[in-house]
C-alpha cells in the first residue's frame, strides 16, 4: 500500500507582520498565536499522521537555518528540511514535494500544507485529513480541502462545489466545479450568499505520481525544469547544487494556475475546523482573550482609557497607550510600528519606503 | 551701586514629557526643543545679562547631579548650583534665592527665572530683564513679567495691570490690579477679551532686602524658617546640612500665594518677547518645522499616509506610524508612548498606573 507523506510550505515575506516578521523571520516563525512558531504548531498538529520521516518542509534559503531549528525538536530528518534557492510561487514547490515523496515510494500520496496557519481544533483537523488521505489514496482525484467562508473575504481565492463524489470515513467530498481567483468585494458577497463556495485555503492532497503527470500535461515546462531534481533524488545524490542551478531558470507560477484551474479531477472536502490564515495583525487580536477594554496586549504593556488596541511589546520595554482606540502598536527591539487597525493593509506602502529610505536591509 | 544676579529656578517633576522626562531627568534637562537642554538654552540667554559668578540655579536633590553637568561649561562656580532636598513649592525656593543673593550684596537685586520655557526671542528677552533690573533697582516695586495672552489659557495664573507706573529703558511698566490663579474656560475667555490680562509666566525681579522683608511680613514661619540658611551663609559655611535641616520643615506654598497677592507694591512688564512654557507634547510640534504632510519628526522615523503627528524615537530605533493622524508616539530606549494629540493630559492618568502596576521606579 502507497505511503502518506505531510509536506509543509514554510514559505512567505511575512511582510503583513512587519516589524516582528522580517525576510529572515516570516510569519511561521513567529508565536504570533499561542506559544511557539506557527510552523511548530503546524508540526504538532501533523506529527500523528505520519511517521516523522514522511514529513517534509520546503523553504527558503534565508529562512532555512531557522526552520531547521525549529524541526529540530520533531526529529525530522535533516534532509527532510529542503530550501528552495529562490522563490517561484508555489507550482515548483509542489513539484518538488512530488519529487521528493516520489523518491522514497513511486505510489506515495502526500499533503501540501502552508505552515502559517492557525487552527484549534487538531482532532477535526487530522480526521479531515485522514479522510482526504483516504480519497487521495486510489490515485484519481486531487483533494482541496475548502474553508467554508463566514464573511466576504477578497484576500483568498474560493473553490465552487459541484455534486457530491464520494464519502471517505464520514467526510463527504463534492467534485469541483471550478476554481476562481481572489474576487472582488461585490463577487465575494455574491460567493458567501450562494452558499456552494469555499475558501481555497492552500491546503491539498493528492498521489506523488498523479501530481506529475498533471504537471507533465497543463505545465510542461516547469516539469521538464525540474527533471535534474528528480534525476538527483533518485540516485541519492545531494540536493542543495542541484536545486541552485535548476532553480533560477523555472517560472514564478502558482499551483492553482498551472494544475488546480486546469485539471478536471478535483474533489474538494469542505473542513469541519477552524482555520484562520491570520492575514495580518488586525486578525491576531481574535485568537487572544481581550481585557474589559478590548484591549489585546502581549509583553510589558499598559494601556490607559483605551479601547480595542493590540499592544504587543518585546524585550521589557514598556509600551504605553493613552486615549486611543483601535490602534495597533507593535515593539520590537529595533523598530516600532503605529496603525489603525484599519489601515493595517498599508504597512505595504510603509516598506517600500523602509526599503528605499532607509539602510533597508537592517529593517526589512 | 547694587549688583544684578539671575536665579533660575530647575525644578519640575517633568511629567508631562514622560518617557523623555522622567523624575531625575525632567523637561530643563531635555533638548524637548532646540539641541540642547532648556536649562542650558536659559543659560545662554542670561550670561550676558550678569557676571557668571552673579548666576545661581535652585534644583533638587535627585536632579542636583544632572543640572550641575549642564552649568559646567557655563562655568558658573560649583557652590551657584543649590540643592533642594525636598520640594518646597516656589515661596520657600524664591526665600533661599534672596538669602544667596543678600549675602553677596545686602542690596542685591534678582531676577527669579524657570529653567524651562522657550524663548526665541534673545535680544527682546534681554531688553525687557534689563528694563526690569533697571525698574527693580530702587527697591520700591517687584516687578513681574507678564506675557500678553494669544489664547484662553487655563493652565496659567493670570495678572491684571492696572495704571500705567513709569517706563525703563522705553519699556512701559503698570501696576499690578491683582493676581488670580488658574481661572475656568469661561473665566479665560473673559480675560482674553478684556485684553488687560496678563499671563504670570513665574519671572520676577526685584531686590533681596525687598524680598525679605515682605516674607517677613506675609509669610513670617517660612522667613523664621529660613533663618538657619542665612546665617550660614553670612558665616561661610556649607549649604547643603543646613538646607536638610531646615527644608523639611518649611511649608508648602507658592510665591504668588505667599508673596505676590498679598504685596502691594507689584508692577507688570508686558513682556516684548515670544514666550512658551510648552507645557505638554501637543505644544512642542509648533518649534519644529512639519514636513509637507504636518508631521514633525526627531530620529529615525517614518510617517506614512498620516498626518499632523509628532513623532519622537531615540537611540536609532525605526519607529513607523502609518494611515495614522494627530497621534503623539515618543519611543525611548525603555518606554514608548502612544497618545492622540488632544489626550495629552491624560498622560497623568498613566503615569499613576505606571506607579501602581508596574516597577515603577524604573519607568518614572
Not at 501530481?211 to 500535461?217: C, D, K, N, Q, T
Not at 495580518?280 to 488596541?309: I, M, S
Request: aromatic fraction near 8%.
Amino acid at each position: 500500500m502507497a505511503e502518506n507523506f505531510i509536506v509543509i510550505i514554510a514559505g512567505g515575506k511575512g511582510e503583513r507582520f512587519w516589524p516582528q516578521s522580517r525576510a529572515h523571520r516570516p510569519k511561521h516563525l513567529l508565536p504570533i498565536v499561542g506559544d511557539t512558531p506557527l510552523l511548530a504548531q503546524t508540526l504538532a498538529r501533523v506529527r500523528p499522521l505520519v511517521p516523522v520521516n514522511n514529513i517534509f518542509v520546503i523553504t527558503s534559503a534565508v529562512q532555512a537555518k531557522a526552520v531547521a531549528a525549529v524541526c529540530r525538536p520533531f526529529k525530522l530528518p535533516v534532509a527532510n528540511v529542503v530550501a528552495e534557492p529562490v522563490g517561484r510561487d508555489t507550482a515548483p514547490a509542489v513539484g518538488l514535494a512530488a519529487a521528493l515523496v516520489a523518491a522514497r515510494d513511486p505510489e506515495g500520496v502526500f499533503a501540501v500544507l502552508p505552515a502559517d496557519h492557525v487552527i484549534h481544533d487538531t482532532q477535526a483537523y487530522r480526521a479531515d485529513l485522514r479522510a482526504a488521505f483516504a480519497a487521495a489514496a486510489g490515485g484519481e482525484v486531487f483533494v482541496t480541502i475548502g474553508i467554508k467562508p463566514h464573511e466576504p473575504a477578497t484576500g483568498f481565492g474560493y473553490v465552487q462545489r459541484g455534486a457530491a463524489w464520494k464519502s471517505f470515513a464520514r467526510r463527504k467530498l463534492f467534485r469541483v466545479r471550478r476554481f476562481v481567483e481572489k474576487p472582488s468585494l461585490a463577487v465575494a458577497r455574491r460567493y458567501l450568499a450562494a452558499g456552494d463556495f469555499l475558501w481555497n485555503a492552500g491546503m491539498f492532497v493528492w498521489g506523488a505520481p498523479a501530481v506529475e503527470r498533471a504537471l507533465a500535461r497543463h505545465a510542461p515546462e516547469l516539469h521538464a525544469g525540474l527533471a535534474p531534481v528528480r534525476a538527483a533524488l533518485v540516485a541519492g545524490r545531494a540536493l542543495g547544487p542541484v536545486l541552485k542551478k535548476v532553480y533560477p531558470k523555472l517560472a514564478k507560477i502558482s499551483v492553482d494556475y498551472a494544475l488546480l484551474e486546469k485539471a478536471d479531477n478535483v474533489v474538494v472536502l469542505p473542513a469541519a475546523f477552524d482555520w484562520d490564515d491570520v492575514g495580518a495583525w488586525p486578525a491576531v487580536a481574535k485568537h487572544f482573550k481581550p481585557d474589559a477594554a478590548g484591549n489585546v496586549t502581549c509583553g510589558r504593556v499598559l494601556v490607559e482609557q483605551g479601547r480595542r488596541n493590540l499592544v504587543f511589546s518585546a524585550g521589557g520595554h514598556l509600551v504605553t497607550v493613552v486615549g486611543a482606540d483601535d490602534l495597533i502598536v507593535v515593539h520590537t527591539p529595533d523598530a516600532t510600528l503605529v496603525v489603525p487597525k484599519a489601515r493595517a493593509q498599508d504597512i505595504k506602502a510603509l516598506l517600500k519606503r523602509v526599503e528605499t529610505e532607509t539602510d533597508g536591509e537592517k529593517w526589512l
